[in-house]
Nanobody, 126 residues
């Protein structure tokens, strides 16, 4: 079993920054991908960013490109999401996900991940 935990959410004014962290523990993988998704009230969960095990491949949703940066630490099975220039529409519960993946590959669809954190609330005030 893999346990995923996020941290770092909170309340910030528009234009501000937050950094989310994610850690996977338990039965970890030799190769894996980690992803961030978010879900706003009344909306479906959507992809935000993902990173390959090697860290060499990243993907971002168009809505966050240039503002958010995903990073990862292979040895520690952790990921971070640096969020800058936050907008009110970024308000959501942010989820970290992890799963096995071929080396260098990321996954951008929620159904591709079996292991999820409990979520952390990010609120951006206008």
């Amino acid at each position: 079993q893999v346990h995923v935990v996020e941290s770092g959410g909170g309340l910030v004014q528009a234009g501000g920054s937050l950094r989310l962290s994610c850690a996977a523990s338990g039965r970890t993988f030799s190769n894996y991908a980690m992803g961030w998704f978010r879900q706003a009230p009344g909306k479906e969960r959507e992809f935000v960013a993902s990173i390959s095990w090697s860290g060499g491949t990243t993907h971002y949703a168009d809505s966050v490109k240039g503002r958010f940066t995903i990073s990862g630490d292979n040895a520690k099975y952790t990921s971070a999401l640096q969020m800058n220039s936050l907008k009110p529409e970024d308000t959501a519960v942010y989820y970290c996900a992890a799963d096995w993946a071929p080396l260098g590959r990321t996954m951008i669809r929620a159904y591709e991940y079996d292991y999820w954190g409990q979520g952390t609330q990010v609120t951006v005030s206008s």
